[in-house]
């Protein structure tokens, strides 16, 4: 079993807000993609207490930007800061959107070992930079017309094939912005938590 010393985290949880395809605006954390966050991040730092240490990330513009990556390399940033505060804890990723874009990207790294794709931007492939040993979890809402239930389903399925622990959850009538069934992404997003944190904790 992995020990930790008195007080240390157990696991950390990166949080990675959405944003769009083009834009050079700058990136705010009081428009709708970071707000949309914060109940993540809140809830899962209010649930589990000095066992895990949440942080929700920025980014420097709105915008993917093409084959520019925009978010990336401030993304890869606040990965490391919050490893390097809590140096050798496992790292989970839950990210919207192009959040959960990102998060697949990031996912490459060997300090992260789970990744919760919520409505996830895949919209090249994306899953498949995730590395072997990443739990994944991705949730989309059927009636989502900005990123394609369709495709992240593919990716999942995709993921499984190659070995990966890979679940789709498919969530009826559920819009992009999930406003709808609250209770279950909230609920969805401290679940997960939750058996990561068992995971890492039975080590």
């Known amino acids: 079993m992995l020990k930790r010393a008195p007080g240390n985290p157990q696991l950390l949880v990166l949080v990675l ?3 769009t395809d083009h834009s050079y605006q700058p990136f705010s954390p009081r428009q709708p993609a970071a707000l949309r966050m914060y109940p993540f991040t809140w809830s899962i730092a209010a649930r589990f207490g000095r066992r895990v240490r949440v942080r929700q990330a920025r980014y ?4 993917w930007n093409g084959g520019q990556a925009s978010p990336m390399p401030y993304a890869r940033a ?3 800061a919050l490893e390097q505060d809590h140096p050798g804890v496992p790292v989970v990723l839950v990210g919207h959107s192009m959040g959960g874009r990102i998060a697949a990207h990031l996912a490459d790294d060997p300090r992260v070992v789970g990744l919760l794709a919520l409505a996830p931007w895949w919209q ?3 899953w498949r ?3 072997d040993g990443v739990r994944v979890v991705a949730i989309h809402g059927t009636a989502d017309e900005r ?3 369709r495709r992240t389903e593919k990716g999942v399925a995709e993921l ?3 070995g990966v622990d890979a679940t789709f959850v498919p969530v009826p009538n559920g819009n992009h912005a999930m406003l709808d069934h609250l209770g279950f992404w909230q609920r969805s997003a401290l679940d997960f938590v939750a058996r990561s944190l068992a995971d890492v904790s039975a080590r």
């Open 160 to 162: 499984a094939e190659r």
């Open 60 to 63: 420097r513009v709105y915008g």
């Open 124 to 126: 090249f492939a994306d």
């Open 147 to 149: 990123t394609l239930p």
């Open 129 to 131: 930079f995730i590395r």
């Open 78 to 80: 606040a990965l490391d």
């Open 17 to 19: 807000p959405g944003g």
